[in-house]
Nanobody, 123 residues
């Protein structure tokens, strides 16, 4: 069993930055992939970024590439999403997910989810 708790969301002006954290607890992370998704009101949950827990290989959606950076701290069992140059269209609830599956799957295929953290970017 894996538990995930996100934090770090908030209200920021366009062009600003936020860093989201996803603290994980449980066992056997070495083979897991950690993912960030987001869901805006009335829209489907969409992929943002992924990182492999073991080697740290990263993946990004085109919409965030060059602005967002995903990283992990193995000792702290925490995954981060550094978000720079935020835009109003980045406004959403951001969710952390964990699974043995790599990126590229439909969001509902992933097993473990956090409760989400709200990010609001004002123009």
């Amino acid at each position: 069993q894996v538990q995930l708790v996100e934090s770090g969301g908030g209200l920021v002006q366009a062009g600003g930055s936020l860093r989201l954290s996803c603290a994980a607890s449980g066992r056997g992370f070495s083979d897991y992939f950690m993912h960030w998704f987001r869901q805006a009101p009335g829209q489907e949950r969409e992929f943002v970024s992924s990182i492999s827990w073991s080697v740290g290989r990263t993946y990004y959606a085109d919409s965030v590439k060059g602005r967002f950076t995903i990283s992990r701290d193995i000792a702290k069992k925490t995954v981060y999403l550094q978000m720079n140059d935020l835009k109003p269209e980045d406004t959403a609830v951001y969710y952390c997910a964990a699974d043995l599956r790599a990126f590229g799957h439909y969001w509902s295929d992933y097993a473990y989810w956090g409760q989400g953290t709200q990010v609001t970017v004002s123009s």
